[in-house]
């Protein structure tokens, strides 16, 4: 890909000047831009707050012809480094741009700005009677735009899909400035391919969202919880093929292992539990009353008759809610367990579960590191975290390493590299590894057709640029590398 200049003092008055002012070269401002949920920094040269896609399609206009980067920012709670500012460039956080544009409840369809939170939407829907199913861990606090970008699925894609089956048209910018708008959101709608598709999980690469129409459904009939324990995680992953083939409406099937259970629930009670199970599943079925009924009885069944040890069925909201905290503070819990965290989120088939985890196992002791093990186990999608010292460079070389070794088991068992957190920086590496020589010769082409510059969130996805995880812990990765020249100023 080609390289970029830092953004001169000029070009950056101009961007601002394109922005109408809402912008900053602040130092304090763009370190707040510089980092997302992997912990990477990088600064950017400048950051814009766009209020329309005019704005957008200004600053881009300008930054495009001065070969300036182009990153695209929602809420920062991506794991692979997509909305650090690597190369530097503008930083277009779309947090003010956060409107539901229109409900049709007629259709079904919902249109909004990519900075509105995935959780604010479903709440706008079920004021009217319906919701929006794509649910991240994440919800909220990510955006649909973010959402967009990384195809991201979340616990209720076993059931309902990943954010991408919802997204009927988009409207968004490319890397010229020019505006494109497909699907439900073009002036003439048309039973032809809908290019947005092509948008959708490409991380900000091709073109910048802003807007998306997106479907909605209508609001369960009935919702069943349950919590499930048994004596080891295989018995649980065991368990989700059991009930996944039983052909009944479940809508979340989330497995935890010990340690990761443990940590959340202290974090969530203020005390640690004595004795927490090896494995555990979190399971939810919604649906018609008569379906979820029969549905329950038939997950009843299997448990009863299988490994598992107690069972508890939620039995009001309460009790549900106290089931989803446990299961929505794990990263947050996790987090406070050593200075790096390293959380890859591979997929493996739903069959393949039990010996992906035994491998698991063994490639924790193999590198001598503790390996935490959940996720949305309904469709494989599990979330792998390593946890390491990061100033420890004998620490860190071994997870390079285990890194590698649970990405080549995933692929071995006809997994994939990521099952919604992308590829962004940290997994460029390996994303060879996954596909063959034409399959990354037909992307790369995708990507000189749309962005023939490279100025899209350059060095993700296809890029020969290290993670910077593995860099000299020494060094500031980025800190002391932006910034912008001359001036520095804030406004708006």
């Known amino acids: 890909m080609p390289s970029h200049p830092r953004a001169s003092a000029p070009v950056l008055k101009r961007i601002a000047r394109a922005a109408r002012g809402c912008s900053s070269t602040l130092r304090e401002d763009l370190v707040c831009y510089a980092y997302d949920a992997t912990d990477i920094h990088s600064l950017p040269d400048i950051v814009v707050w766009p209020e329309s896609t005019g704005d957008v399609a200004a600053v881009v206009g300008v930054a495009h012809g001065a070969g300036v980067p182009l990153v ?193 629930l202290e974090y969530v009670r203020g ?57 929505r503070s794990i990263s947050a819990s996790l987090a406070r367990l050593s200075t790096g965290k390293i959380n890859e989120d591979i997929t493996v088939p739903r069959s393949r579960i039990p010996d992906y985890v035994e491998r698991l196992r063994g490639i924790s002791e193999q590198f001598g590191l503790p390996i935490l093990t959940f996720g949305h186990a309904g469709d494989g999608n599990l979330h792998v975290n390593i946890i390491v010292d990061r100033g420890d460079r004998d620490q860190m070389t071994r997870a390079r390493r285990a890194v590698t070794e649970l990405f080549d088991a995933a692929l071995s068992m006809g997994g994939t590299l990521s099952g919604e957190h992308g590829i962004g920086i940290t997994k460029a590496e390996h994303l060879s590894r996954e ?23 350059p060095d993700k996805v296809m890029s020969d640029r290290p993670n910077p995880w593995w860099r000299d812990l020494d060094d500031d990765t980025g800190a002391d590398g932006g910034g912008s020249p001359g001036n520095q100023e804030s406004r708006c």
């Open 72 to 264: 695209a920012r929602g809420a920062g709670t991506g794991y692979t480094g997509g909305s650090v500012p690597i190369a530097g460039g503008v930083v277009l956080s779309f947090e003010r741009m956060n409107r539901v544009l229109d409900i049709d409840t007629d259709e079904a369809v919902a249109v909004v700005e990519p900075g509105i939170v995935n959780e604010d939407l479903r709440a706008r829907a079920m004021e009217r009677g319906l919701t929006f199913p794509p649910d991240p861990a994440s919800l909220k606090m990510s955006t649909v735009g973010g959402n967009v970008a990384e195809g991201a699925a979340g616990p209720r894609t076993v059931l309902y899909g990943r954010t991408g089956d919802y997204v009927i048209g988009l409207e968004f910018v490319l890397a010229d400035g020019h505006v494109v708008a497909t699907g439900y959101l073009a002036d003439e709608r048309a039973d032809a391919w809908d290019p947005a598709q092509l948008v959708v999980g490409s991380e900000g690469t091709l073109a910048i969202v802003t807007k998306a129409a997106v479907r909605l459904t209508e609001i369960p009939e009935l919702t069943v919880t349950c919590w499930a324990e048994f004596p080891s995680l295989a018995a649980a992953a065991r368990a989700v093929a059991a009930i996944t083939a039983a052909g009944v409406p479940v809508s979340v099937l989330e497995i935890i292992d010990r340690d990761t259970l443990a940590c959340s």
């Open 435 to 457: 596909l063959d020589a034409p399959a990354l010769d037909v992307t790369r082409a995708v990507k000189r057709a749309l962005d023939p510059d490279g100025v899209l969130n």
């Open 271 to 327: 005390e640690r539990p004595e004795n927490p199970p090896a494995g555990a599943l979190l399971i939810e079925l919604e649906g018609s009353a008569a379906d979820v009924r029969r549905g329950v009885d038939a997950v009843g069944g299997l448990l009863e008759g299988g490994e598992a040890g107690a069972v508890r069925w939620a039995e009001d909201q309460r009790e549900r809610d106290e089931l989803w905290e446990v299961r």
